[in-house]
Every structure is written in C-alpha cells, then in structure tokens.
C-alpha cells in the first residue's frame, strides 16, 4: 500500500465522479450516494493491488488472472478449469469484502474528503488538477478528438499529412482524379507520395501500384513489386508463366541473371517432378523403393534441388536434365559448392566409391592425386555426420594437411590408428601415454600403443 | 506486479495508472455485461497493465481471441473489440458481426481501436456494410507501456521496418504522442537531444503539438532533465552482434516478448518423489522477467560470465539460511525463522529457475559453433579482415544454417566495412540466393534498402575512424566487475549508448566529426518552462535522461544504460 495522497486526489480529481462537487457539503443526501459509489469504486484500487502482490502463477508462467491466462480461462466453456474458478471466487470474496472502509487503509473515507490542496505539499500533481481536472492534467486522454483534427491544413508538414495518411484526402482523390493528374500531383509531394504507396500496398491494389512505379520511373521499384507477386501463385506451371514474365524487367544486371536463374530452375523442377513422380509410382526403380521420396521437388532452392539430383540421379549423363553435372553446368555451381553437395548425398546413401571418385584425380601422367577442393577436414566432418564407418573416416582423416587439425579431428572421432600414427611422428611420448587410457583394454590399439611406448626405435621428444 | 515500476528514479506507476483509468472508463461506457474479442497480438502488452480482474469488475464476462466465422456464444449484452487498426482484421470482425445478426438477441457491438483509430479501417468496415453496427468506436493511445522501473516500451516491433522500408511513419507519430503524453504525466523535458532522420521528425512532431496545446500550460515540475532521442539506423551495428549479457542471451537464445520468455519444459519438470517422470510437461514453461524479482534485477545485466559465481553464491547464501533452523532454539527465534520461510522459499525458487536457464544457455555458449561465431563477429567488430569473404560465412551457407544467422553476419560485416566491396557482395549474394532460394533476391533488397547490407562507395571505409573516436572496441574487458559498457559485448561498447555517455560528458561538440560521418542530422532543442518550474540544481545533483531509442534497442543496450547511470547519474531508457 504505498499509494501516497497524491494518487488518491489524482484518482479523485479525474474519476468519472464529475458532477460531485465539496462545494454542496450541505446536502448530505447526495454526499452520501457519492461516498458509497466512492468507496465502491476503491475496489478497484485495493483488490488490484492485492492481487498484485499475492500474483499467483499457472504453470505456463501467465500469472493467474492475466488476460491472455483468462482468455483461455474464459473462452472454454468446458467444467475443466476448477483451480481458475476458485481462485476467482475467492477474489471476489475478497473484493467484497474490500468495499467496506478498512480503518488502517490509507483510503479511509477522512482522507477523501479532506480538502482540496494543501499548500505545500504535492503541488505537481494536485495542484495542477484542481482548476481544469481532466484537461491539463492528460490533455492527450481527456481531449476530444475532434478538437485535434484539421484537415484544412496545408500538404507539406509531416504530421498533418499523417492524419490524412489513411485518410479520407487522399481515398477521395484517388477516387475522383484520373490515375494521371493524381500521379503528377503527388510527384511533386513525396511524403503524401508515400502514404499512397502504403496504400495501395496495403489494400492490395497491385495494378495501381505498378502503374504509380511505371508513372515515377521507378524501374527496379516495379520489378521487385511484380517479381513479389510470384509468391502468391500456387499452381508451378503458373508461376513458372509468371517468372517468364518478369525476365525482361529492368532489374540490376546481377538480378536479371538471378532472376532468370529462377525461371530455369523452376522449369527443370517441374519436369524432374514429373518424370519422378511417375517413377516412384510405377515401383520399378531401386533408389525410388529404398528411398521413398520425402517431398516433391518444386519450389526448392538450387543447393537442395541439387542435392536431389546427387542422390537420385547421380550416374545420368549430362545430356538429361536431372543429372547433377547437367545442374552444374547450366547454373554454373561453383566446384566447391558441387563437391560438398554431391558428398553429402553421396555418404548418406554410403556409396563410398563414390565418395572416393568425387576427390580422385588423375594428372596427365596417369598418376591418382586425392585432391578435395573444401578441404579434407570438412570432408571428414559430413561422412562423420553421415555415420560413415571408421575405416573410410581414417582414410581421409590421414589425408588432411596440417597435423594438429589431423590430431583433432582422429581424437574427436575416435581413429585411434590415426593418433597412434601421428603421436609416433611427432615423437610425443607424453600425448602417447595419455591417449593410451582412451583405447579399449585389451583392444589391438592398446598393444600397438606398447610396442610403441616400449620401442627403443625412437627417439622421443619427451 | 506493478510495485517494481516505483523503484526506479521515476515512478512510472503514475503512467501505469493513468492508462488504467482510460481503460475503465471506457468499459464503463459500454453498460451492462460484456464479452472482449482480442487481437491477439494486444493480449501481450494488455497484460503489462491490467489483469482480468480489473476487467472484470467492469463486468467483463467473457473473453475470446478474434477469429474467422462466428463468435463463440457468450450470453453478454455487449461485444468489444480489441484490435490494431489493420485491414485484415476489419474483415474477420464484419464476419463475425455478420453471422452473429442472423441468431439470437441482439447485442450491442464496439470497437477500440490500439492505439489509433483509423479511417482506412472504418472505411473497409463501412464497405462491408457493418459500420453501423458499431455503437462506440474509439481508440486507446496505448503508446508507452511501462516494462521495469527504469524501461518503458512501445511494443512495436516493426517499426524500424516501417520507417525504412515502407517509408511509413506512423511509429513516429505514435511515439511523438506518447512523449507528449508523458510530458503531461511527468513535466514538459526542458532540453531535447537528437541524432537521426527520425530522430528529428519526431521531435518537430513534438514541438509541433506542444503549439497546438498552448491553450493548456503544463505546469507539472519537470522530472526528467533531458531526452535523447535516437534513430535505431545511427547505429545498424550492435543489434546485428550477439548480446552476451544475461537477458541478452535468454532473448537471442528464446525471445523474450513483453516481458516474457517461453522455456523448453524439460529442465522445469516439477522434482516429486515418487513422481516417475511420468506427465512430464509439454507445453512450453513460461516466465515473467523482470526487477520485482530480487535475483533477476541483480544478474540480467551482468555478462554471462559472470551470472555462474552469482548464482553458486545465492545458492550458498540459501541454503545456510535453511540451516539457521537447527539453530533455532526458543520459540521466538523459530517463530522469526518460520515468518521468513516465504521470502526464502521465493528467493529458493527464483533461484532454481535462473540456475535451469543458465544451463540451458550454457549449453549454447560453450559450443563449438557459438565460439566460432562469436570470434568472427568480434573480429569484423575489431576492423579484422572485412574486406574479403570470410570462410566461416560460407561454411554456414555450405551447411545451411539458419538464413538469419548468415544474414546477421553478412550485415554485421557490410556495416564493419562502410559496404562490402561489390565483388564480395556479388559472391554473398550468389551463394545465399542459390543455397536459401531466389525469392530471397526481395529479402536482400529489403535489406539494402535498410542500410544494413550495401556495396562500399567511394571506396572509403570510416568505420575504424568511428570506431577509433567513439572508442568502440576495448581490448581490455572486465566481465566480472566492468568498468566500462564494453562487458555488454565483451569488448564491443554499443555505439548507440556511447553517444549517449558522451552526450552527458563531455557533450557532443567533442565527436562533431564523427557525428557528421554516421546517418541523419543531430540536434539541440530547448523547451522553455516557466520559471517557477526551472529546477535549481544542486551540485551534485544527478540528471534524469531518458532515452529514446526509435527502431528498437537490444537488452544489451539496455544493460549498458543502466551500467552508465549507476556510474554516474540518473538514467532512464525505453524503446520503440
């Protein structure tokens, strides 16, 4: 209850309770009725309060009693909601109980009626409400709003145009001027410009709004704002349409070539889709009947579509349109990009020769070169997330460069011939010794470990 | 709930109760029993300053959220509407009035529109023939509501979007009232300081009004001393790094929305003997933050790493004040033990909760990804290596990680470096469109549009000049016990809360260059009072400052503002 008197005459001064004046202190009968009214009326500060304090929390977290808590509390009809009603109940017992005037409370009666102000004290807030009560004292709450409107105004400051925004001005003049005098009016006003783009956009006027852009020479503007309409389109064969029509529009060079990107790309899907989908029906494909598909393919980004193609296509010749090296091409994937999508579709279906050809090269004198342009680290990473077996992760393991990445990646996965190996190059004894704890007892490793540790070959650093 | 709002330096329960009055007389011009439909998106700043109790004394019955077709039946003579003035709520409110018609008794239908009424709306409500139907159709300037003794907030999440994209600046207006409303609560503030676009809007917008009321004279005694109004676009960096203060992290890490955070409910699940694990909870666990609780006001702010010591020390400090029970002898020591059992089994259970969160971000934070990502933006936030494309970024898109994650990064470099060279955009752009999809082409325009993402022109990179004169980037941080707002980010010092120390010491006139270098004009403007209500200061009296911040601002920011008024005077921020 640290409500001061402050609060109490601010609450007096503005309440609703106008017409009740201390000047008729004669007539008893009308101080009465407010006074009742009045002390009802503090339920609304005293139970509050209480419950402010006493807040008691569901187990979702929303305190009991708390809007979105009731909506749920009050929206279900249903007998399921015992705790929520008692614990109403008891508040209303509560707030009842609250009407009557607590002698201790801070709002007795005595302190309501006590004059107006007393000089001196809380001057900011009372007095400032004694002449004018609900006016100055929140003049944005109590004003009407009619007093605040002005449309007589000028266009150009901000504000008032803002009052306009939604506002009837502009509605009618979009209703009453033709498109082309409405336009050369507003080129020349930017801000009232804006609302009107806003406008349109949100009631959804579309072919006004392209209109406006092609009016201003907006030009990417209206691409981008026609490009956008693309998402709506459901159907892929209308929006592929639809793509084909956005091609010419004067987007930036980089855009344009996205765009067309896009187009192509769309094309393609509908087409493996379709070719797919009959596969998959008809039950005559192995990787169809192993690997059931999860969803179609349309409306995929090219990474995802690729990635696709790896794994369901990966041995067609470039000449078709779902073959990966097709979709490299014709997009132009980079050779990493490629790489680490064909190696990740390639370890989840564990063909590991396949893994093995993607980093396999030969040079001009027939030699084979294992070359990985992402990097053999990363390579181990994807198989280790594929569940590749040790064997094939030791392979590649061995073939990263710098030898502490090396130690890294054969400790964190466990290729403890890699470990073994490196220790025994690098002379480590002491890493050695620490790594033999690691390895099963009794385990193969365990006894290479020794031979080593015992080895009067080496020559240890430590 | 509401005796946090009075600890601060302003007692923001007198803006709490105001708006509360509003409320209820509102209601009480709509007689009888009533029925609320809500947006629901207003259910969340609604609840920050009434509870359903206060409705209900205004016999509000029934409460139900705004959906399509007909309205749940509630035997109520009338039917409020709770809404944001937008246009696809106006048609599923005329459907709901439409199918109501046809059954029953008639009612009574009202609308309050939060915060604005809008012509826009009452037009599309009037072309789907229910305008009449609407007895009361008011509006709420619901515009600031207080969110801790020393935070207000807007609750607007888009307003930066708006502003900068959309080029609407309704925001502005909102939050012009909503000063001019505090203005009237709390005394006209004598000087106003900006930096930004929007900065100055809004303060023209205010200047503006403040003319149009000359009629009323304000003569509240002042009690904040300066506003600092800033554009969320002067400082586009620090939203884009990870908040490594407590709060911070639980928000990037979850979210918190007005004021509250949804938990995953495994860590939460109630510890009953002879429980079994069986019904463990499914539905996300819900938590209120803020300063009423004793725990979170004194960890929210510190840097992570400091929260764990807190914590194990509170922990030590409880459970020897449940010991002092063996001691406890004579009656009257067991009968002072027993009445301090509910502050300590408060104190135990906030205790509990933070310790579950803390695990739940730790498991965050200690993970490999997360240092890696911490190092890059804290390298692009030291001047390292901005200029070409950085490696952890393409591994992310290579992995596809969440778009935003990659965006944020892309961003926080482009900002790093005044721009991307183009051909390192070009690159970005290319793998992020073929990795993410091409209707990304929009996002990404949106994003230079905002200034957040653009190609370097003039060749000239002035973030170091920036970042040398406003100091932003401190080598020497101490997380523990911080001496400077770089704990925040560990090193980065938000820009926008160093313009704010510097405004107060040693001012502006310092930074000029720099100044000029970031977006927007900057600006003085005095307000003046009437004598009566000038304040003489006393010397070593502190300055009230709130700060404004236009487009959001992060719990970082936040952090940091609370840090610099307990370092050297009074602060009060907020957000929009």
Request: charged residues 30%; glycine residues 6%; contains cysteine.
């Amino acid at each position: 209850m640290n409500r001061t008197k402050g609060d109490e005459e601010e609450y007096w001064n503005s309440s609703k309770f106008k017409a009740f004046t201390f000047d008729d202190e004669d007539d008893e009968l009308s101080q009465l009725k407010e006074s009742k009214r009045a002390v009802n009326s503090l339920r609304d500060f005293v139970d509050d309060d209480d419950d402010d304090d006493l807040e008691r929390v569901s187990w979702t977290g929303e305190p009991v009693g708390s809007i979105s808590w009731s909506i749920k509390e009050t929206a279900g009809n249903s007998g399921s909601t015992h705790e929520g009603r008692e614990q109403l109940k008891s508040r209303n017992s509560f707030s009842s109980y609250a009407q009557l005037p607590k002698p201790t409370s801070a709002y007795s009666l005595s302190s309501f009626f006590r004059g107006r102000t007393r000089p001196g004290s809380f001057q900011s807030l009372s007095d400032a409400l004694s002449d004018t009560p609900a006016k100055s004292y929140a003049p944005e709450l109590g004003r009407p709003k009619g007093e605040y409107r002005d449309y007589s105004n000028d266009w150009s400051p901000s504000d008032t145009v803002r009052r306009l925004r939604k506002g009837k001005v502009l509605i009618f003049l979009k209703r009453t001027l033709s498109k082309e005098i409405l336009f050369r009016e507003l080129e020349v006003r930017q801000i009232a410009l804006r609302h009107l783009i806003h406008f349109l956009k949100e009631i959804g006027d579309q072919k006004m709004l392209l209109d406006l852009f092609r009016f201003l020479d907006r030009t990417e503007e209206l691409a981008l704002s026609h490009y956008r309409e693309h998402l709506n389109i459901q159907d892929p064969d209308k929006r592929k349409e639809f793509l084909k029509t956005c091609i010419g529009l004067p987007f930036s060079a980089e855009d344009s070539a996205h765009i067309q990107d896009h187009y192509t790309l769309l094309e393609r899907q509908i087409i493996i889709e379709a070719n797919d989908r009959h596969l998959e029906s008809a039950g005559q494909t192995e990787i169809f009947r192993k690997h059931p598909r999860k969803a179609s393919i349309l409306n995929m980004p090219l990474v995802t579509t690729l990635f696709y193609s790896c794994f369901y296509h990966y041995t067609e010749a470039e000449g078709t349109f779902s073959s990966p090296v097709n979709l490299k091409k014709t997009f132009k994937i980079p050779d990493k990009q490629y790489v680490l999508t064909a190696l990740a579709a390639r370890a989840k279906l564990r063909a590991w020769n396949d893994v093995d050809a993607l980093f396999t090269t030969k040079n001009w004198l027939g030699y084979t070169k294992k070359r990985a342009p992402i990097g053999f680290h990363r390579v181990v990473e994807i198989l280790h997330k594929n569940n590749a077996p040790v064997q094939i992760l030791q392979e590649y393991v061995n073939l990263v460069e710098d030898v502490d990445t090396k130690l890294n990646l054969a400790t964190k996965f466990k290729c403890h011939d890699v470990v073994i190996d490196s220790c025994r190059d690098l002379k480590d004894r002491q890493q050695l010794l620490a790594y033999r704890s690691k390895v099963d007892k009794g385990s193969a490793e365990e006894e290479k470990i020794d031979a080593l540790l015992s080895s009067s070959q080496i020559r240890w650093k430590n | 709930m509401a005796a946090h709002l009075s600890y601060g330096r302003v007692n923001l329960n007198v803006l709490r109760e105001a708006v509360r009055r509003e409320l209820r007389e509102f209601l009480d011009k709509c007689a009888g029993s009533k029925a609320i439909v809500w947006d629901e998106y207003l259910t969340g700043p609604f609840g920050l300053i009434a509870q359903y109790s206060l409705l209900k004394e205004h016999e509000v019955e029934k409460m139900f959220t705004l959906k399509g077709s007909r309205l749940p039946a509630a035997d109520v003579k009338n039917i409020i509407f709770f809404v944001r003035p937008r246009l696809e709520l106006m048609d599923i409110i005329a459907e709901n009035v439409l199918s109501e018609d046809r059954r029953g008794p008639t009612r009574d239908f009202h609308i309050l529109f939060v915060p604005r009424r809008s012509l826009l709306c009452e037009q599309r409500l009037k072309d789907l023939g229910v305008l009449g139907s609407f007895i009361h159709r008011e509006e709420y300037s619901l515009d600031l509501i207080p969110f801790d003794g020393d935070l207000l907030s807007m609750e607007s999440e888009c307003a930066f979007k708006e502003c900068y994209l959309e080029g609407d600046q309704t925001s502005l207006y909102h939050a012009a009232k909503g000063l001019m409303t505090l203005q009237a609560l709390y005394g006209t503030i004598p000087q106003i300081f900006g930096k930004g676009e929007c900065a100055r809007q809004v303060a023209n917008m205010m200047i503006r009004m403040k003319r149009e009321f000359t009629g009323s004279q304000n003569s509240i005694f002042p009690v904040f001393d300066n506003l600092l109004l800033l554009d969320r676009n002067v400082d586009l960096l620090t939203p884009l790094a990870t908040q490594l203060t407590y709060e911070g992290l639980i928000d990037e890490i979850y979210g918190i929305q007005n004021s509250y955070v949804k938990l995953p409910p495994e860590k939460f699940a109630p510890k009953k003997q002879g429980d079994g694990g069986k019904d463990l909870p499914t539905e996300a666990k819900k938590l209120q933050l803020n300063s009423a609780e004793e725990l979170y006001a004194e960890i929210r702010d510190k840097n992570f790493n400091a929260v764990g010591s807190v914590l194990s020390k509170k922990a030590k400090v409880i459970s020897a004040a449940f010991e002092e029970r063996h001691n406890a002898k004579t009656v009257g020591e067991i009968k002072q033990f027993v009445s301090q059992l509910p502050h300590m089994q408060a104190a135990r259970g906030s205790l509990a909760n933070h310790t579950s969160i803390a695990e739940l971000i730790k498991d965050v934070t200690t993970s490999e990804d997360f240092f890696d990502k911490l190092t890059v933006e804290q390298e692009f936030m030291s001047g390292i290596d901005t200029d070409k494309v950085n490696n952890y970024i393409e591994d992310c898109i290579a992995q596809k990680h969440s778009l935003i994650k990659v965006l944020r990064l892309v961003c926080l470099q482009s900002v790093c470096n005044s721009g991307l060279k183009q051909k390192v955009l070009d690159y970005y752009k290319r793998e992020i469109l073929q990795t993410y999809g091409y209707e990304h082409i929009l996002t990404l325009h949106n994003l230079e549009k905002a200034g957040l993402l653009k190609p370097q022109t003039g060749g000239r990179n002035n973030y170091p000049t920036i970042r040398k004169t406003l100091r932003l980037w401190m080598d020497d941080v101490n997380e523990q016990n911080p001496t400077d707002i770089s704990y925040v980010y560990s090193g980065y010092a938000p820009l926008s809360v160093r313009l704010a120390q510097l405004l107060s010491r040693p001012g502006w006139r310092s930074i000029e260059e720099v100044l000029r270098i970031l977006p927007g004009p900057h600006f003085e403007e005095r307000q003046p009072l009437p004598t009566g209500l000038q304040k003489k200061r006393q010397p070593g009296e502190n300055r009230v400052t709130l700060v404004f911040f236009l487009g959001g601002v992060t719990f970082a920011e936040i952090a940091a503002l609370r840090f610099l008024s307990q370092l050297e005077d009074g602060g009060c921020s907020e957000e929009t």
